[in-house]
């Protein structure tokens, strides 16, 4: 099959290869018909089966480069190359299929069939082959295998929707702390411009009291010189009474004179005579 999907050299290689096996399986397949010989069929359809396992081989190589390569490719490029890996994996199951179809006519019931996990909703080819006898069961078995598969992908699908439940929950949870961490943050917030201003505030008030207890200490050591003056003026005219250059203190009466003292006594002297 042509392909117009834009490829690097080596995925090209390999493209072409396994568009090769494909013609090749055509073909061979188409001879089966031919021949009437089972043992000649026999060898044909192993001979089909070493290219099945070599074109699976391939696309798992196709698979790791087309990995490796995606980062480097446009979002449309990679899309288209995976289209053609589906593409491949489609084509080589439906060649597993008419091989088994084919080996269940000739009988042959101790050759393994290998079964290749590469539905067509995989992203890549089994990690591992997964080998069954299938030529050796019955349709039943075949069902009863079918179903039990079918279970075991309908527990997986339980089990992925059980996780995106408790990751939205989860995120749900996350959603409602941011809300009360910031709700916490803004009453922070608030807190500190309170603070802010209540220390403004209390800086202003210190500064004032600091006026006002230098404006008190000015007024009680101007006080204290006046009280210190008046009591050196005292002193000093206690112990110079007669000292001119000392003014009196205004309030206080100058010091007794002794002639005033005597003239005092005589007039106490002479009333009490005229009595």
Request: aromatic share 4%; glycine share 4%; hydrophobic share 40%.
């Amino acid at each position: 099959m042509a392909t117009d999907v834009p490829m690097t050299p080596e995925l090209e290689q390999i493209d072409g290869e396994i568009h090769d096996i494909f013609r090749a399986l055509q073909n061979g397949f188409q001879k089966m018909d031919k021949i009437k010989d089972s043992n000649r069929q026999a060898k044909q359809l192993e001979d089909l089966t070493v290219k099945m396992k070599e074109c699976k081989r391939l696309i798992k190589e196709f698979d790791r480069i087309l990995k490796d390569e995606e980062s480097n490719n446009p979002p449309e490029i990679n899309k288209q190359l995976n289209d053609r890996k589906q593409f491949m994996i489609k084509e080589l199951n439906s060649y597993v299929t008419l091989r088994k179809t084919y080996q269940s006519s000739l009988g042959n019931n101790n050759k393994r069939v290998e079964l290749f996990d590469m539905g067509a909703g995989s992203s890549e080819p089994a990690a591992e082959d997964n080998i069954q006898m299938a030529s050796a069961m019955t349709n039943q078995q075949l069902i009863d295998a079918g179903r039990n598969q079918m279970d075991q992908t309908d527990q997986a699908i339980e089990r992925s929707k059980m996780v995106v439940a408790q990751t939205v929950e989860t995120g749900a949870q996350t959603a409602a702390t941011l809300t009360q961490q910031t709700e916490q943050m803004k009453r922070i917030g608030n807190e500190l411009d309170t603070v802010h201003f209540s220390l403004k505030k209390a800086s202003q008030l210190v500064k004032e009291i600091g006026r006002q207890v230098a404006t008190d200490k000015c007024i009680m050591a101007f006080l204290f010189l006046i009280v210190v003056g008046v009591i050196a003026i005292i002193v000093v005219k206690i112990v110079h009474p007669n000292n001119k250059n000392i003014r009196d203190i205004p309030g206080l009466a100058p010091p007794a004179q002794n002639y005033q003292i005597h003239n005092r006594r005589l007039l106490w002297a002479e009333a009490f005579i005229g009595l």
